[in-house]
């Protein structure tokens, strides 16, 4: 045999080596990652500059209420719409105008005169902000087959906290060296400019230069839509009780509403608890407020990873998904046990097991995800994020006349922990198996 035929053999012989797969989707990842960090800190960095904004404007507690609430009305009121405008125009274009909005508004805040320009202005955050969590999940089911959706929703819901907790004491910093509406035209720059490496940097999976067939074919063999399949569909305002209409959509909706009540506490009426009830100092208690947030932080990290571990060892998807969920609710609900104790570190340790744990909870994003059906997943978390938001107005609310009326905060946690619990039970009892719901046609009648 010659050398050349020698050496055609011994190719033939070896298989061709595999073409290593790019890591283009974790790219995207972080370029979601981010936008949900700055919208974290666009809508919490008017409770750090609260205090200035009072004594500069001259606003008093029940103004500092109206403009602190006004964001959850039109967050909520905008979701179904902000899903709508994900289905039609598409992720990049929308995500990019939400972004540059929201930002925009934020800034402008920082110009406000008075009670009603900076009531405005908190309307129109609360309104522009409102599709940042359906495209997450738009961007994750497009982009990563199932086995990894879950980490890749516990790492941009991670970004949530780091606004709140990490970056905390670089706004106050801000704040006392150079004013509140420094602080706010600055956060709001900074989401402009993100604006603009969003709309250079996203591109569907069919549009991108950067991953390869391999990592195309990886993502579309998990369940990724690759080939742009989830372009604009038709709506109708039928489609949404269609969609509530099957027990699974629904069930996640109430649950989603008892896993953000946890959240909405932390972020409203946390301080004041620890204040008025706990008897704490306000400088002991903003150092104490960051811990929960770390626990949480790292609850959603753990809650991906459990997911996607038990998925790659077998476990169904049923089990997979609603584990970390359903044990993320119930053992937040060991918040009430803070009522019982009377040691403050006790306190700090059951409330950041609790918020740990409501962090683990925040998984549920990811189930909208796989059972979204084609076409509407913007929609469908358009619908699925208003219930969540729906415990932005109503648990604020209901903690208020519990505390005004009884003069404490034992109802106010015993409130909280039953909600948890009963959004375990919708997860128990009528959540059944994860899968796509049916494709569901707009009627001709009211569609748009």
Wanted: glycine share 10%; hydrophobic share 50%; proline share 4%.
């Amino acid at each position: 045999m010659t050398t050349d035929n020698r050496f055609a053999a011994a190719t033939l012989a070896c298989p061709v080596a595999k073409t290593a797969r790019t890591r283009t989707r974790f790219m995207i990842l972080a370029l979601i990652s981010g936008g949900t960090m700055i919208n974290y800190l666009d809508r919490s960095v008017m409770g750090i500059a609260a205090p200035s904004i009072s004594a500069d404007l001259g606003l008093n507690a029940v103004m500092m209420g109206l403009i602190f609430s006004a964001f959850s009305w039109t967050y909520a009121a905008a979701q179904i719409p902000g899903g709508i405008l994900i289905d039609r125009l598409g992720t990049k274009f929308t995500y990019w105008l939400a972004l540059t909005l929201w930002s925009l508004f934020t800034g402008l805040q920082g110009f406000a005169q008075g009670f009603l320009s900076l009531l405005g202005f908190r309307l129109l955050v609360g309104a522009s902000e409102a599709p940042c969590f359906p495209t997450n999940s738009r961007v994750v089911a497009t982009w990563f087959p199932q086995s990894e959706r879950a980490r890749a929703t516990g790492i941009y819901t991670f970004a949530e906290y780091v606004g709140l907790a990490f970056l905390t004491p670089l706004l106050f910093w801000v704040l006392h060296a150079h004013g509140w509406r420094v602080l706010l035209m600055a956060v709001g720059i900074l989401g402009v400019l993100y604006g603009l490496v969003w709309w250079r940097k996203y591109h569907e999976p069919h549009e991108s230069t950067t991953a390869n067939q391999a990592e195309l074919d990886y993502i579309a063999e998990g369940g990724g839509v690759i080939d742009g399949g989830q372009k604009a569909t038709r709506f109708s305002w039928s489609q949404i009780p269609a969609l509530l209409k099957y027990r699974n959509m629904l069930g996640i909706c109430l649950g989603q509403f008892a896993c953000n009540s946890t959240n909405v506490f932390f972020l409203t009426w946390f301080p004041t608890y620890l204040v008025t009830e706990r008897h704490m100092p306000w400088l002991k208690v903003g150092w104490v407020a960051v811990l929960p947030f770390i626990a949480a932080s790292l609850g959603t990290l753990a809650g991906g990873w459990l997911s996607d571990a038990l998925l790659r060892r077998g476990y169904s998807l049923n089990v997979a998904r609603k584990l970390p969920v359903i044990a993320g609710l119930l053992t937040a609900s060991v918040i009430v046990l803070a009522n019982y104790v009377d040691s403050d570190a006790l306190v700090i340790t059951i409330l950041c097991v609790a918020y740990f744990a409501q962090g683990m909870s925040a998984l549920a994003w990811m189930i909208v995800s796989d059972i979204a059906p084609k076409g509407l997943l913007g929609l469908s978390g358009g619908v699925f994020n208003l219930f969540a938001n729906a415990a932005g107005i109503v648990t604020p609310l209901t903690i208020g006349v519990i505390v005004t009326t009884t003069g404490s905060f034992v109802w106010a946690l015993a409130f909280v922990s039953s909600i948890t619990v009963l959004g375990a039970l919708c997860y128990l009892f009528m959540v059944r198996d994860l899968r796509r719901l049916p494709e569901i046609q707009s009627v001709q009648q009211g569609a748009l």
